[in-house]
């Protein structure tokens, strides 16, 4: 059972930068970032792939965010620059095993879960 571990979360103005981490207990395909603002569904932010280390972003946070992985440490992180107030969210790792299926931005086929990480953005 593969256990995911986010910190880095916390208040900042809007404009502002932060930097979350996930460590993982282990190595898997697929790792991604989903967030989920009150009221709102869960949605993917951005996924990497271990192998080749390849991204993919949703739009809203294409040129701001940065998503990047340390194989060694099995830990994921999200560079996030140009902080908005709509980027406040609850911030969730999560780790899909290799399905033979792509990995996207959408949470079926993410089996493991941390729990959150909440960034707050203030105007």
């Known amino acids: 059972q593969m256990q995911l571990a986010e910190s880095g979360g916390g208040s900042v103005q809007a404009g502002g930068s932060l930097r979350l981490s996930c460590a993982a207990s282990?190595?898997?395909?697929?790792m991604a970032w989903f967030r989920q603002a009150p009221g709102k569904e869960r949605e993917g932010v951005a996924r990497?792939?271990?192998?080749?280390?390849?991204?993919l972003y949703d739009d809203s946070v294409k040129g701001r965010f940065t998503i990047s992985q340390d194989s060694s440490k099995n830990t994921v992180y999200l560079q996030m620059g140009s902080l908005k107030p709509e980027d406040t969210a609850m911030y969730y790792c999560?780790?899909?095993?290799?399905?033979?299926?792509?990995?996207?931005?959408?949470?079926?086929?993410?089996?493991?879960w941390g729990q959150g990480t909440q960034v707050i953005v203030s105007s």
């Open positions: 999560a780790a899909k095993p290799y399905d033979g299926r792509s990995c996207g931005l959408v949470p079926d086929g993410f089996g493991y």
């Open positions: 282990g190595s898997t395909y697929c």
């Open positions: 990497i792939l271990r192998g080749n280390g390849v991204p």
